[in-house]
């Protein structure tokens, strides 16, 4: 695979009692009672610019710019300074965990590999319960309650980004024409469910869908991320070479508690993108005559049977688009190493499994798991469809909390099925993915963390004795040389001598 | 910052689990549901009621 990936979870963050309750200060507070050894607010921003359009050109202003300076207005009549409010931590796994305005954010490290993502995902759970621990023990009689999902039910939604850092040969047009298909109908098996219809700002009306996100896209591409959200975004910064790398940034995604349905997310996404790469040519993809009616239509459709018309008047069904892709990766794919091989498997099983019987998939995936527990429920107490109940049950599918969180008490059950084994998953603790540059950022952090200057994803700005060292991230991608620069920072007596890094440079 | 007693090292995927057969099956045969309706019943029923959140990216 010639592709890296990672993830960005936006958090929900409530109390017990949450009434006059101030978002953005409890995201805060979060993200400062972290203990997770790492650097805190040596986050450079300056580096940072979202509105360059992979179209090929820089857009003056994105839709939300003027929700973000009134939010910095409101901001700054806080005491804390702006870094003060970020809180920015970089973790000793190369994570970062951050306040993103209202949301406490947790951004994965790069990954290689499947296992690792679903490690350093875990990771980040378990460091955010950790945080709603500490801050609970400050007010017990009002614990914090953290959730993993993308909407408050009454129109407000938060993302779960991925990021697939991938090679710049595959022009854009291609990319972004070929891709949307497939992102309309992989709700099928990555969808998270939601008791509720909603518009921007607002609820609609009661019923069941399998997708959290689907309700609050309008453009088929764009730049923006908050406002009229794209089926395809559009931001150009790759955080590494410019004109090797492309980071393609999708932010159509739920945030997944199920493990598996993760792994198929992440894993499917990669594959479709790598016989892309590949050379799978654009006039056997897909494409569905109205995108954006369509990814609705599939979400919502109450009889899971998912069809849709492709241009030209055809109808399909999401099943048949994704065996479309299916077919894709396996001609332009044929040589994957096994754990790309069990997503080929596993993809067409959960498709064909959703075809015979949608709620047997109630193993693997969220939508059908959390729509099984909650009807299961409903009829046991004669709920009414629109009771609001359910849509606080659907709330505690997602609350990252192993005692009281319903997908947790699927697991301890032995609910779902596993993409890898749960102590492989689990028993890491905060170690960065060793083929990445991620192992290389996160050994720095581990063991100079005290003379980090600054550190963006592609770069480590570091204090030496007299001089400052800069670690040049943005071409560290052979395995061989990030192997080489780990044992020279494990023998390294001072700081100074990360000098001698192929990478590095004094400045 | 000087070495935590702690060295994870970085992590190498295990031989288990995702292979070319695919995921496994669940460890449980039959779940025990009665034990997660009473944490349902817990669930407060106006939660989702009073949860208000900034709209993110």
New interface residues.
């Given amino acids: 695979m010639d592709i890296q990936f990672g993830t960005e979870t ?1 958090i ?3 109390r ?1 009692i ?2 006059n ?1 101030d ?2 200060a409890e995201s805060i507070a979060l993200v400062r009672s972290a203990t997770a ?1 790492g650097v805190r607010m040596r986050w450079d921003y300056s580096c940072e610019d979202p509105h360059c359009d992979a179209r090929g050109f820089r857009v003056k202003e994105l839709l939300q710019d003027t ?1 973000e300076a009134n939010y910095f207005a409101q901001d700054a009549q806080r005491t804390l300074t702006f870094h003060e409010i970020k809180s920015d931590l970089v973790l ?1 796994n190369g994570a970062r965990f951050y306040n ?4 406490p954010e947790y951004c994965t490290p790069e990954c290689s ?4 993502i679903l ?1 350093q995902d875990y990771a980040g759970d378990s460091v955010l319960m950790a945080c709603a621990k500490a801050l609970t023990q400050q007010s017990p009689n009002n614990p914090v309650l953290l ?1 993993k999902n993308n ?4 129109g ?4 779960c ?1 991925e990021n697939y850092l991938m090679p710049r040969t595959l022009s854009w047009d291609v990319l972004s024409q070929a891709i949307i298909a497939f992102f309309v109908t992989r709700q099928i098996y990555c969808g998270a469910g939601k008791y509720g219809w909603e518009e921007e ?1 607002k609820f609609v009306k009661h019923g069941f869908q399998i997708s959290q996100r689907a309700d609050f896209f309008s453009e088929l591409q764009s730049v923006d ?3 009229r959200r794209p089926i395809v975004n559009t931001r150009d910064e790759p955080h590494a070479n410019n004109d090797r790398f492309r980071r393609f940034h999708v ?1 159509i995604g739920d945030s997944n508690l199920s493990l ?1 349905s993760n ?1 198929l997310k992440i894993g499917t996404t990669s594959l479709v993108l790598q016989a892309l790469l590949n050379g799978a040519p654009l006039e056997r993809v897909p494409r569905v005559a109205d995108p954006l009616h369509a990814l609705k239509s599939i979400s919502r459709d109450h009889t899971w049977r998912w069809i849709c018309r492709e241009i030209g008047g055809t109808k399909v069904t999401a099943i048949d688009i994704q065996r479309v892709y299916l077919q894709l990766v396996k001609e332009f794919c044929p040589s994957l190493e ?2 790309w ?3 080929v ?2 993809w067409e ?1 959960v498709l064909n499994d959703l075809e015979k019987d949608p709620l047997s998939t109630s ?2 995936l969220d939508w059908s798991a959390k729509h099984k ?2 009807e ?2 409903r009829e ?2 004669s709920l009414e469809p629109d ?3 359910l ?6 599918y997602h609350l990252l909390d192993r005692e ?1 969180g ?1 997908f947790y ?2 697991m ?10 749960f102590d ?1 998953i689990t028993c ?8 990445t540059r991620a ?1 290389v950022r ?1 050994r720095c952090i ?6 980090v200057h600054a550190t963006q994803w592609d770069y480590i700005l570091v204090h030496g004795s007299h001089k400052k060292i800069e670690l040049d991230l943005r071409n560290l991608f052979d395995a061989n040389v990030i192997r080489h620069a ?1 044992k020279v920072i494990s023998a390294a007596q001072s700081v100074d001598e990360l000098a001698q890094l192929p990478f590095a440079k004094i400045v | 910052m000087p070495d935590r007693i702690q060295k994870p090292q970085p992590t190498v995927p295990g031989p288990g689990g995702g292979g070319g057969d695919g995921p496994r099956s669940p460890q449980v045969e039959k779940p025990n549901t009665d034990e997660l309706l009473k944490r349902m019943r817990k669930v407060d029923p106006d939660q989702a009621k009073r949860y208000r959140q900034r709209t993110g990216q």
């Fill in positions: 936006e929900g963050i409530s017990a949450p009434e309750l978002v953005v050894p929700d000793r993103d305005h209202a949301h590999t499947l296992l690792e490690q959730y909407t408050d039910f009454c407000h939604s938060y993302g980004h700002d991320t908050m406002q932010i598996y792994y096994p754990e091989k069990g997503v498997t596993a099983k193993d693997r527990l909650i299961h429920f046991s107490e009771n609001p109940w849509r606080s049950l659907d709330l505690s009281q319903l008490g699927l301890e059950q032995g609910a779902f099925r596993l993409p890898f084994s492989e890491h603790s905060l170690c960065p993915p060793a083929s192992a996160g581990e063991k100079f963390g005290s003379a780990l």
